[in-house]
């Protein structure tokens, strides 16, 4: 009864340290500020948008993107690649064209390898003389489409360790009622 005892509390302490020590590993980037800022008015459309997080985003081809979305569906992202700065991605913009409400969507690799998406607007008061991004080059996907992170959700982790823990406590209970010859 004491073995038994003693692999319980074990596999316990065991259970808990894997789950305390997952909350970090789970843990995604977090958008704390923007330029221009969610909802903000601006007379003149931003050369570029910046997106600063609270942990550092990996850079590299493709991994991070964004949409620019006018009136009528138009795009006004540019091709250029992102530039990235520890918790900052610097994404160019093309000049603005009506007074309207954008929408920008992004998606960007979380210090985790985990994609984050996300959405802000932004109203242009005054209209500017840009065009739309040709129909062929805005394949990216709309803001607000896609789950906030490509992560497991916690709780999976959580119901598969309990489920671990029970059945190495069912079988460390067992293991030690066999008939012995």
């Given at each position: 009864m004491r073995r038994a005892l003693s692999l319980l509390l074990a596999a316990l302490l065991a259970g808990g340290l894997a789950l305390a020590a997952s909350g970090t590993a789970l843990a995604h980037?977090?958008?704390?500020?923007?330029?221009?800022?969610?909802?903000?008015?601006?007379?003149?459309?931003?050369a570029e948008i910046t997106l600063t997080f609270d942990q550092p985003v990996q850079a590299g081809e493709?991994?991070?993107?964004?949409?620019?979305?006018?009136?009528d569906e138009t795009h006004w992202e540019a091709p250029d690649e992102p530039t990235v700065k520890?918790?900052?991605?610097?994404?160019k913009v093309r000049p603005l064209g009506p007074a309207a409400e954008y929408k920008v969507g992004y998606r960007i690799l979380s210090a985790d390898g985990h994609p984050v998406t996300g959405?802000?607007?932004?109203?242009?008061?005054?209209?500017?003389?840009?065009?739309?991004?040709?129909?062929?080059?805005?394949?990216a996907p709309s803001p607000g489409s896609?789950?906030?992170?490509?992560?497991?959700?916690i709780w999976v982790w959580i119901a598969g360790a309990v489920v671990l823990l029970g059945g190495g406590v069912y079988f460390a209970l067992r293991g030690g009622t066999g008939a012995r010859r």
């Open positions: 980037n977090v958008l704390v500020s923007s330029n221009p800022k969610d909802g903000e008015a601006l007379a003149t459309g931003p493709k991994f991070n993107t964004i949409t620019v979305i006018g009136p520890n918790n900052s991605v610097i994404f959405s802000l607007k932004f109203t242009l008061t005054t209209a500017g003389n840009g065009t739309p991004a040709p129909a062929s080059t805005a394949a896609g789950p906030d992170d490509g992560g497991v959700p």
